[in-house]
């Protein structure tokens, strides 16, 4: 178990941010993320059940458009929509550009697609998730190199007890990783970079002042998380409702990540991506 304090090694430097609106019903409440490798490409999940594909279109470093949007409903293991109460897609991972799984909050369980728009498989479900609370389970999702998938309720019960990291691996789940429980921010978002470790998108609610936003880096191995180190904390209102996370390496080597925020369907929230770029 890591409880150690983070360390400050690396910091991340904003490149910039874009709001990203569009026509079409529904749109908003995006609360995953994934980026293909070059960073060009994109899918995200929302809270009512569809999932978008795009491409994102760049000025020099700064992101300044979406093409070619498309989105489609998430669906079930028999093809039709996800019913009512079932449609609320948290996290997101990518398996070598193949499978996608996605996490839901409100039935407490993963899917897995291999195809947009297509049908779905029910990753094996451990008793446990029955217990996690209500609107705050499995909000973070992701997959390392060997193909195991991470999860992490958004809350773990108590202020002082770290946050299980729920492991899937060789068909089974394990309990063994716990991040530790900071400062009031709760785990939304995670990914794993090309470095090998994992990211972790945290968030803070300020009441009407908004949204502060945290993220942790740390290395992996069989029984615990080590050498957490803290990328990046903003103050309150810098960004919206950050959500999703995607960790990349652009044409130069430099590691990127880029975020988009949930406007929970609120006229006075935005969808943006947000980018930043890590520094020594």
């Known amino acids: ?23 079409v019903e529904g749109f908003g409440g995006f609360s995953s993320l994934e980026l293909s490798g070059n960073g060009t490409s994109f899918l995200a999940t929302t809270d009512r059940g569809m999932i978008a594909e795009g491409i994102l279109q760049r000025k020099g470093n700064r992101i300044v458009g979406v093409e070619q949007s498309k989105f489609s409903t998430l669906r079930g293991s028999l093809g039709g929509a996800l019913p009512g109460g079932f449609t609320d897609a948290e996290g997101l991972a990518v398996h070598q550009g193949r499978v996608i799984y996605v996490s839901f909050e409100g039935s407490h369980m993963i899917r897995s697609y291999s195809a947009v728009g297509g049908p ?22 992701a997959v390392d190199a060997a193909g195991n998938l991470y999860t992490m309720p958004e809350r773990s019960g108590l202020l002082n007890r770290p946050f299980t990291v729920w492991r899937f691996a060789s068909g089974r789940w394990d309990d063994r990783l716990k991040m530790p429980r900071r400062d009031g921010f709760l785990p939304v978002g ?23 936003s945290r993220i942790r880096r740390f290395e992996v191995d069989a029984d615990a998380l080590r050498e957490e180190t803290e990328l990046l904390t903003t103050e309150t209102g810098t960004h919206d409702n950050l959500e999703g996370i995607s960790v990349w390496q652009d044409g130069d080597g430099v590691t990127r990540i880029t975020m988009i925020a949930d406007n929970n369907f609120k006229f006075f929230q935005r969808t943006e991506f947000v980018e930043y770029r890590l520094v020594d």
Do not use: H, K
Request: proline share 6%; net charge neutral; glycine share 8%.
């Open 190 to 212: 995670a990914d794993f970079g090309p470095d090998g470790r994992l990211y972790v998108l945290e968030r803070y609610f300020n009441g009407v002042a908004g949204f502060a």
């Open 1 to 23: 178990m890591c409880l150690c304090a983070p360390v400050w090694a690396e910091r991340l430097e904003l490149v910039g941010s874009f709001a990203w609106r569009e026509q």
């Open 120 to 141: 779905s498989r029910i990753v094996n479900t451990p008793r446990a998730f029955r217990s996690l609370q209500p609107n705050s389970s499995l909000e973070a999702l």
